[in-house]
């Protein structure tokens, strides 16, 4: 949720104040609000003493704030109980309600009933977390001089507890922060763009070419040859940033009983690995999460080891996204990524090629200067473009094999984009990187 220190909260669905509790201890103000009054008279016994909650009984759908009058709105299963038209409505007036950079944080089951015991009505909804993100992203204002308030997405991530205790993902959460824009929301966003350039439809299709659970070079062999040199140990923490549909979080968590924390800006991408996880019914220790590896701030020294598979080249600012994986790292914490880079002398049909894809490529010299700017000791720096072109004809053999389930036009399409990629890494133009570094002790 972040910092409450001051904020003016209001919590919904509050109950007996299992949370209301722990949120009103540094906060200015809390509405705690519940329909039963029961609980809502529970919740008083038990946190009446703090002096800074109004107790209220209401229903949370019916209640009208004033413009601007909440810093944060919480709420913990609350949602799962109200038909879509409701959450639309109660989104709306969240946006009216919260201030500037105001923040809604709520957290659902999603999918399937979590607890062991049947009920003979339940009247939960437990829906696909992209039913929540279709809501939230439509949600927004319009302002009088032509541009609107919204709701930017910070994180969407399955509840950590959950993962570790009983190895279940279906319990989501989501922070959203109220922000405002002079255009429309979605035009600059490149959470949008990734899904598009990630539909549902492509994602199948690019796994199609570099097998299930895969979108990068090699597949599964890649990662199995690239995962041993993480050197990760039972139960260790490892990051994966942009970790697609998460092939190597499955592979990693299995193989070497480790747990896995996959991110990735894509919501298909993540709604794919959660669904996965989901429907697996051994568990997994793996957890997933939607947000933006350049911006996102995670708690530092908290990983063993980070991995990454060609995901770096959408992100500009290299040099702070190689600073707050440092920092994530714990002291001695491995870092193994490989990303597309760039050699001097490219042509202006590359730099076209580049722009069209929005890729930001580095050379590896660069990358060495800025791992080792960033705070570590560079392992190894390796240029793999000779196995970036084996995989790239492997992938253009699966295109050729796939022609029954997605069309001539389509294998046609991809297999022009595929020949112009292997083009580029033959030049020498489009090459890739492997990348071994260790965090340096302080
Ligand atoms: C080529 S795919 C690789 C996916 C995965 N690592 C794999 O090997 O299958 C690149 C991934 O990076 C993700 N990505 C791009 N920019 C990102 C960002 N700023 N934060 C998090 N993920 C990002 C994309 O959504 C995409 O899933």
Not at 58 to 64: C, F, K, N, R, S
Not at 70 to 91: G, H, T, V
Not at 273 to 300: M, P, Q, W, Y
Request: with cysteine; glycine share 8%; charged share 25%.
């Amino acid at each position: 949720m972040g910092s409450t220190a001051g904020t003016r909260i209001v919590e919904l669905g509050a109950g007996i104040g299992r949370f209301t509790a722990e949120i009103a201890k540094d906060a200015k103000s809390v509405i705690a609000l519940d329909f039963m009054q029961n609980l809502i008279d529970q919740n008083k016994a038990n946190n009446g003493h703090m002096g800074n909650i109004e107790f209220r009984c209401g229903d949370a759908t019916q209640l009208e704030l004033g413009e601007k009058s909440a810093d944060i709105i919480f709420s913990n299963w609350l949602l799962m109980y109200l038909s879509d038209a409701e959450i639309k409505n109660l989104a709306q007036k969240m946006l009216r309600w919260l201030g500037d950079d105001g923040v809604v944080f709520f957290r659902e089951s999603c999918f399937r009933q979590s607890g062991d015991r049947s009920r003979a009505n339940n009247p939960t909804h437990y829906r696909n977390p992209r039913q929540y993100f279709d809501i939230f992203d439509k949600t927004k204002i319009s302002r009088p001089n032509g541009g609107y308030d919204y709701f930017e997405l910070v994180v969407c991530k399955s509840v950590d507890t959950y993962v570790k205790v009983k190895q279940n993902q279906n319990q989501v959460c989501w922070k959203w922060k109220k922000v405002s824009t002079p255009s429309n929301p979605s035009s600059n966003d490149l959470r949008y763009f990734l899904d598009t350039q990630y539909s549902e439809d492509g994602i199948s299709k690019y796994q199609m070419m570099f097998g299930h659970g895969f979108v990068s070079p090699g597949g599964i062999q890649t990662t199995e040859e690239f995962a041993r040199l993480l050197e990760v140990k039972v139960d260790d923490s490892v990051l994966d940033v942009g970790c697609g549909v998460g092939g190597a979080a499955f592979y990693l968590a299995d193989k070497y009983q480790c747990y896995v924390h996959g991110m990735d800006l894509s919501v298909n991408m993540i709604m794919t690995a959660l669904e996965k996880a989901a429907s697996l019914d051994h568990g997994s220790k793996v957890s997933f999460e939607v947000s933006n590896a350049a911006t996102r701030d995670l708690i530092g020294n908290s990983y063993d080891a980070v991995f990454s598979r060609d995901a770096f080249f959408y992100i500009k600012n290299k040099p702070l996204l190689l600073e707050k994986i440092n920092k994530v790292l714990k002291p001695g914490g491995r870092l193994v990524f490989t990303d597309y880079c760039r050699a001097a002398g490219e042509t202006s049909t590359f730099q076209q090629y580049i722009e069209e894809r929005g890729y930001s490529l580095a050379s590896l010299a660069e990358y060495n200067d800025m791992l080792a700017n960033a705070g570590f000791t560079v392992v190894s720096v390796e240029d793999r473009t000779h196995q970036l072109i084996s995989c790239l004809e492997n992938e253009i053999d699966n295109i050729s094999k796939a022609e029954n389930s997605i069309g001539a036009d389509t294998v046609q399409g991809l297999k022009a984009s595929w020949s112009s990629k292997l083009q580029f890494a033959r030049d020498g133009q489009h090459t890739w990187g492997l990348f071994v570094a260790i965090k340096k002790s302080a």
